[in-house]
T-cell receptor
Framework: AQSVAQPEDQVNVAEGNPLTVKCTYS??????LFWYVQYPNRGLQFLLK??????LVKGSYGFEAEFNKSQTSFHLKKPSALVSDSALYFC???????????????FGAGTRLFVKA | GAVVSQHPSWVICKSGTSVKIECRSL??????MFWYRQFPKQSLMLMAT?????????EQGVEKDKFLINHASLTLSTLTVTSAHPEDSSFYIC??????????FGQGTRLTVV
């Protein structure tokens, strides 16, 4: 079964500094990997995805992530953090559940990012 | 990106009553939608996969008679929490999206059962 792990419950970073939110995955077959962000009392917003192609994926709001097959990682990064980036971040993997196209998304536990001014 | 609208955003109901939550795909057709439940400071727990024109597929441990899912059209899935109790209070989120695309999420519904 597919799974995804976010080892950090919380990440603290000062505004203007680079940030990294870690994610590792376990899949059978090719991984479909995603990052989402959630603000309080809201649904999730898509940031970026890796399905195929370049290992470095660029997404919304200046975020990027690097797919590393050997380390089975898909860490989220941003060169310069903003206070407004403070939110809950979820890494996710797509799990294909049937030969007829059935699937579901498996989410990590989430990492809360605090950016201090 | 595609838009998924979820309604209501919040609801308070009395114990024993039923509550219906709607999830609509506004600018695309969704043969499959997903319903999640999220407890405070926790991840999303998949409750069920809603399939247009057929029965929903429930995850292990989710009571299908308590959480009724109907996906009668390609743009609407509903989740009805029947005979709600305070332990059903939670944040419920729906999503839609294809195998090779990102998921598009509704805004979420905060259910409080008193």
């Amino acid at each position: 079964a597919q799974s995804v792990a976010q080892p950090e419950d919380q990440v603290n970073v000062a505004e203007g500094n680079p940030l990294t939110v870690k994610c590792t995955y376990s899949v059978s077959g090719n991984p479909y990997l995603f990052w989402y962000v959630q603000y309080p009392n809201r649904g999730l917003q898509f940031l970026l995805k890796y399905i195929t192609g370049d290992n470095l994926v660029k997404g919304s709001y200046g975020f990027e992530a690097e797919f590393n097959k050997s380390q089975t990682s898909f860490h989220l990064k941003k060169p310069s953090a903003l206070v407004s980036d403070s939110a809950l971040y979820f890494c996710a993997v797509r799990d294909v559940t049937s030969n007829t196209g059935g699937f579901k998304t498996i989410f990590g536990a989430g990492t809360r990012l605090f950016v201090k001014a | 990106g595609a838009v998924v609208s979820q309604h209501p955003s919040w609801v308070i109901c009395k114990s024993g009553t039923s509550v219906k939550i709607e999830c609509r795909s506004l600018d695309f057709q969704a043969t499959t939608m997903f319903w999640y439940r999220q407890f405070p400071k926790q991840s999303l727990m998949l409750m069920a996969t809603s399939n247009e024109g057929s029965k929903a597929t429930y995850e292990q441990g989710v009571e299908k008679d308590k959480f009724l899912i109907n996906h009668a059209s390609l743009t609407l899935s509903t989740l009805t929490v029947t005979s709600a109790h305070p332990e059903d209070s939670s944040f419920y989120i729906c999503s839609a999206g294809g195998l090779n695309t990102e998921a598009f999420f509704g805004q979420g519904t905060r259910l409080t059962v008193v």
